[in-house]
């Protein structure tokens, strides 16, 4: 990533930093200087839409688009199909291999990974599905902030979508660098957690070995699933749907990460969360279970799995994950949901109310007896 600012200027790696270019009195106040004034005209853009993406380009891409396809495997000595299966990992568009449409920058980045490859024998696989990794979770993430920075020029100035956006992009330049610091910043601190957490729970080689038809990690998996989504959202308005979806996947959020557990993903109106250790499972999903109570506006069904899983692409895969989303779907609201087998550790570890259900005919898995689960005092106290 370029460390470059806002200045309008091309820059080349081992080119000295440029200056950051003051803001313009006369444009309308960026994000950090808040304002209650209406911008003098709504719907004009300063420096033009086109205007804006070049100096952003300049900005960010390195410098001019100097390079094709071809440029740049041969600078690389490697095959054409392998750049161009780069490009397409990173999930952004391609052009005719002879076209000039890269620039050092970026045949930088693809030497980079080639002289990676060669030296700690990376398969080609592999390299792909780092790239990958990184183009699909950066794609989200700028269309999560850009939409986020539209919402917020929206209801600040009362601008229509379409100005609130054209805004977003006079302001790109400015904000750009603080996002890229933000993203720096936040990538290293998960890096450090997921090495932390690989020392604690292989460091020590605690446990038998797993064994060729196992999957390889033990987590608890689960969902919670908010009831009713349709009907309750069906009359909201964009912005009303987007303050009653924020509002819940940020309860989510800090209830998961609070009690110990990690978000996945949100899939539409449900979460799913993994977990370390099986009493972590369990006060994440009772946490969630309370946050979201039957007396609030969007209760929630809960249910959750101990069990192997393969961890790939940023998601959990398994056996487990299908019965929880199977188990969540039989839940009642406000309730939480296990398996027998779950409940049986569960059992083991103590502290909480295990109540069998009778047998259900859950699709995709067959008959079960689920188990709804609350804590010991809980219901102890209830039943005063």
Do not use: C
């Amino acid at each position: 990533m370029s460390d470059a600012e806002g200045t309008g200027q091309d820059v080349r790696p081992g080119d000295p930093r440029p200056e950051v270019r003051p803001p313009d009195a006369t444009e309308q106040p960026t994000i950090e200087q808040p304002t209650t004034e209406q911008p003098a005209d709504q719907h004009a853009e300063p420096h033009g839409p086109e205007s804006t993406v070049a100096r952003l380009e300049a900005q960010l891409l390195g410098g001019p688009r100097t390079l094709s396809l071809e440029d740049i495997a041969e600078r690389v000595d490697g095959d054409l199909d392998e750049v161009r299966l780069f490009w397409h990992a990173l999930g952004l568009p391609t052009v005719e291999s002879a076209a000039v449409a890269y620039t050092e920058a970026d045949a930088e980045v693809v030497e980079t990974l080639h002289r990676a490859a060669q030296t700690y024998g990376v398969s080609q696989r592999t390299a792909v599905s780092l790239v990958r990794s990184i183009g699909h979770t950066t794609d989200r993430l700028v269309l999560w902030q850009v939409e986020a920075l539209a919402e917020h020029m929206a209801e600040r100035y009362h601008l229509d979508d379409t100005s609130a956006r054209l805004m977003v992009l006079s302001r790109l330049p400015d904000i750009a660098p603080m996002l890229e610091r933000q993203l720096v910043h936040a990538w290293r601190r998960q890096l450090a957690s997921i090495a932390a957490r690989i020392a604690s729970e292989f460091g020590g080689a605690r446990g038998a070995p797993v064994r060729d038809d196992e999957l390889p990690l033990a987590r608890a998996v689960g969902f919670a699933d908010m009831v009713a989504f349709t009907r309750r959202t069906a009359q909201l308005k964009a912005h009303e749907l987007s303050d009653f979806v924020q509002h819940f996947e940020t309860r989510v959020r800090d209830v998961v990460t609070s009690t110990g557990g990690r978000v996945v993903k949100t899939i539409g109106d449900a979460v799913l969360f993994v977990a370390d250790d099986v009493r972590t499972g369990a006060e994440v999903a009772l946490g969630l279970a309370e946050a979201f109570d039957l007396q609030g506006p969007s209760p929630v069904r809960v249910a959750w799995t101990w069990g192997r899983v393969l961890s790939r692409f940023g998601d959990v895969f398994g056996p487990s994950v299908n019965v929880a989303a199977r188990l969540t779907d039989a839940a009642e609201p406000g309730t939480v949901l296990v398996d027998p087998g779950t409940a049986d550790v569960l059992r083991r570890i103590g502290g909480y109310l295990l109540d069998e259900l009778p047998e259900q005919d859950l699709p995709g898995v067959g008959p079960m007896r689920p188990v709804r689960l609350a804590h010991l005092a809980a219901s102890t106290a209830d039943g005063d």
